[in-house]
């Protein structure tokens, strides 16, 4: 742990009467009075943070180096975000009050702490830390009449360890070590006593403890705050440097404690030595980690956080979290974790919540009144504009990037801090004067753009994500181009609309176009992350997509061993195709919760009273890929000398040939259903321009692979097997007859081998036009004639109209 030579900040800060109430000059209603978007005066206005006064507006030297900001008499002009977007030029007033304020926040903390990176080491100042020989301890209480630090150490009783108050509300305490040792011991109890105003006395978990434990033998335990302070031999020590950002981010959202098959909470080492293989197995090449922080209500998903300098106690310790990130990093896997700045919960014992006992908000991590309070959410809100709620948040930001080495964040809520109004009952319809007028939470704003400057000023690599639906403008560009700095935003529309479609419409009114556009809609130059689900989507009272799409049928037609009914070919084959075209089409990245990649069933109910305490809904079943009899396993081959791939989607049997000039005759493939194959699409047919080498006149029947779901007795763990031509470069799909439809068939197109396209469900409409063309050319021969096994096959084609009837 490193040590603090001096108490006090680099420089000194103003006075506290140099701490107005916040607000804008001359309005009264303080703290409930939004921000105006007029241009700003002079001198400037009013604000909740210690700063000089000064009569103009000066602009430190590290932004003036920054040609991007060019800043006149009347405000800031050529913005590279104007030439991006004209239309956000009629907002300049707007802008240029925000960029203002940034910039002033920005040099006062300079000013006062001495650069923004030092200000954000905040957590080597206060809680707990060590000074030479002394353990010292801070906490910022201005609420509190007196304080001491009570715990293990003294017994509980604070009478010799009584605290002292400095000007700006920082009470303070130096401890001696004892015998050579820490006087407080590591992994020992300890709070913060204060009187409150009334002259009750008040325990409280220190705001900026690294750990936080609860006696799970009783119901309803509060936490205790625990020092930890490991000594050498005990602290885990990284060992690999962290993978270089990818150009594409292919996210894997987990839950550390539900990622285990056991009902019960998984730890940081169960999931780093079991699931960090399989995501890495699956291409992956980033992990996101929700509910890291400590959050006493495990039901809420971690987004209630109690503690925020504290790993979730019930994975494991800081040390073992830390070794889970290293086995990410040695695998080549990049971490995330989702970051909550937009709330705290509303717990008084155990969280931040408890520090406010009625004081204004100036003293106060959070807003009074309405404004502090998240009314859906039951949460309190941050009051962004205070100068240790910037400290705290900021230091939050850099002690998981330097003590966990963590690659970036994905920052929940942010709708609900970029907005007044939080999001509630709004509908975002893309008019610019919902983003950038009263509704604007400038403060948040601000917040936001000091902390994505950091971040990317210590780590240029870092990747940050903003979880916002409202769609604001500029939110991905960085800071001094006149953004607020993010890298990605979530596509959050995308999910919506698979979600209408698969509980609103028949298969035949999904609209291709809206698809299209849904996938597609995003600002440009702003980067998006797509997603077909995410963990929202599989919370109790709403189902994942594999189980919209197959419900109960999950529990008992999933087996490869009898066939599909058509409800799990349906269910398979889209569950499939929604989450390519997303991640193909979607945007610059793609994110994938856990499990959702083979279609787990069920949804996710955490551990509750209402459901008896179970872990039941609460955990993965990876044993249910691993099986292979199972459906939720589709690819058979993969062979990387031939540069052949086999997959199975229903009764149909894909088989591509990658190699460049290698044929392969009677190469055999696996298959579930016994019976006999059929060629249904050639890309080697004449028709596509293709060598005609494949027949599709041959029947390929199947022989058994030993017995149906023992893995070691069949081939490619199927229980049936026949035998194909395989020509360099081609991909051809077999579909299995099906005898009752022969005499059917033999009326018709297959009678001469020759394959109808709605076998694979095909729109027809264009080729046809194609056949026709050729046909009335010349250029290929159109007539019954059968020589499919000698230049290609003849299409028996089938009209869109007659498709869909």
Not at 1 to 20: H, I, K, Q
Request: aromatic share 12%.
């Amino acid at each position: 742990m490193l040590c603090l030579a001096c108490s006090r900040s680099p420089l000194p800060r103003p006075s506290p009467t140099d701490r107005p109430g916040p607000g804008i000059a001359g309005v009264a209603g303080g703290g409930n009075v939004r921000l105006s978007v007029v241009p700003v005066p002079s001198p400037p206005l009013r604000c909740s943070w210690p700063r000089k006064a000064k009569s103009k507006f000066s602009v430190p030297v590290a932004v003036r180096e920054n040609q991007n900001m060019a800043m006149k008499e009347d405000g800031f002009d050529n913005l590279p975000i104007y030439k991006l977007d004209p239309k956000l030029a009629e907002f300049k007033v707007h802008f240029d009050y925000r960029i203002k304020r940034y910039l002033e926040q920005k040099q006062s903390i300079e000013q006062n702490e001495g650069s923004l990176a030092e200000f954000s080491k905040g957590y080597l100042k206060f809680g707990i830390n060590t000074d030479g020989d002394t353990t010292v301890y801070r906490e910022w209480a201005p609420a509190a009449k007196e304080a001491q630090l009570v715990g293990d150490f003294n017994n509980w009783n604070g009478a010799m360890h009584k605290m002292e108050r400095d000007k700006y509300g920082v009470w303070s305490i130096r401890i001696s070590h004892v015998n050579g040792k820490p006087a407080i011991p590591h992994n020992s109890k300890v709070k913060f006593c204060f009187r409150r105003g009334d002259g009750v006395w008040v325990d409280r978990i220190p705001a900026w403890i690294r750990y936080a434990t609860f006696d799970a033998s009783k119901f309803g335990a509060p936490y205790d705050g625990i020092h930890w302070d490991p000594p050498t031999s005990e602290r885990y020590v990284f060992k690999h440097p962290r993978p270089p950002k990818p150009g594409a981010p292919r996210i894997y959202e987990a839950h550390v404690g539900m990622s285990g098959e056991k009902p019960e909470v998984s730890t940081y080492r169960e999931f780093a030595d079991n699931v960090l293989p399989r995501i890495r197995a699956n291409n992956y090449n980033t992990v996101q980690l929700m509910a890291i922080m400590e959050h006493s209500y495990y039901a809420s998903f971690g987004y209630h956080v109690t503690n925020f300098f504290a790993v979730s106690s019930r994975s494991g310790t800081p040390e073992d979290l830390k070794y889970l990130v290293d086995k990410a990093h040695s695998l080549g896997l990049r971490v995330l974790m989702d970051v909550v700045h937009s709330h705290a919960s509303s717990n008084v014992t155990d969280g931040l919540h408890g520090y406010d006992v009625g004081q204004n908000t100036q003293e106060s991590y959070f807003h009074t009144g309405e404004r502090g309070y998240h009314k859906l959410w039951d949460s309190r809100l941050f009051n962004y504009a205070n100068w240790e709620v910037l400290r705290f948040l900021l230091s939050n930001l850099r002690y998981w990037m330097d003590e966990f080495m963590f690659d970036g964040f994905r920052f929940d809520g942010v709708t609900s801090m970029l907005y007044n109004h939080h999001g509630i009952n709004m509908s975002f319809a893309g008019n610019y004067k919902e983003y950038f007028g009263l509704d604007t939470d400038v403060d948040a704003v601000v917040y936001m753009m000091l902390a994505n400057h950091l971040m990317h000023k210590l780590l240029p690599e870092a990747t940050v994500v903003a979880e916002d639906v409202s769609g604001m403008p500029v939110l991905c560009r960085p800071v001094d181009e006149g953004g607020v700095g993010f890298d990605y935003r979530l596509a959050m529309a995308i999910p919506d609309r698979w979600i209408d479609y698969l509980k609103n419409k028949d298969d035949l009114e999904w609209s291709m176009s809206g698809i299209a556009l849904t996938l597609t809609n995003r600002r440009y130059t702003e980067k998006c992350i797509a997603y077909a689900e995410s963990h929202d989507q599989s919370i109790v009272g709403d189902k994942t997509m594999a189980f919209l799409l197959m419900d109960k049928e999950m529990y008992t037609g999933m087996s490869d061993l009898q066939p599909a009914s058509p409800t799990i070919d349906r269910g398979i084959a889209l569950q499939k195709m929604i989450h390519f075209i997303t991640m193909a089409l979607g945007g610059d990245g793609y994110l994938n919760f856990m499990g959702n990649e083979f279609g787990h069933p069920e949804w996710i109910d955490f551990a509750r009273e209402g459901n008896n305490w179970s872990y039941d809904k609460c955990r993965r079943q990876w044993s249910l890929v691993d099986t292979d009899h199972l459906r939720y396993k589709i690819v058979s081959d993969v062979n990387e000398e031939k540069k052949v791939i086999v997959f199975e989607r229903g009764d149909l049997v894909f088989v591509f040939n990658f190699h460049p000039n290698k044929t392969y005759e009677g190469y055999k493939v696996g298959c579930d259903l016994p019976g006999k194959y059929r060629v249904a699409l050639d890309s080697d047919a004449f028709l596509f321009g293709g060598h005609g080498r494949v027949g599709h006149d041959i029947d390929h029947f199947t022989s058994p692979e030993g017995v149906p779901g023992v893995a070691k007795t069949n081939f490619n763990n199927r229980p049936n097997s026949f035998k194909v031509l395989s020509p360099p470069r081609t991909c051809v799909v077999y579909k299995r007859a099906d005898e009752k439809a022969e005499v059917h068939k033999m009326e018709g197109a297959a009678a001469s081998g020759k394959i109808a396209l709605d076998y694979i469900g095909v729109d027809a409409t264009y080729i046809k036009q194609i056949a026709d063309k050729e046909a009335a050319s010349g250029s290929r021969k159109a007539s019954t004639e059968d020589d499919s096994g000698k230049k290609g096959t003849k299409f028996a084609l089938q009209s869109s109209v007659e498709d869909k009837k």
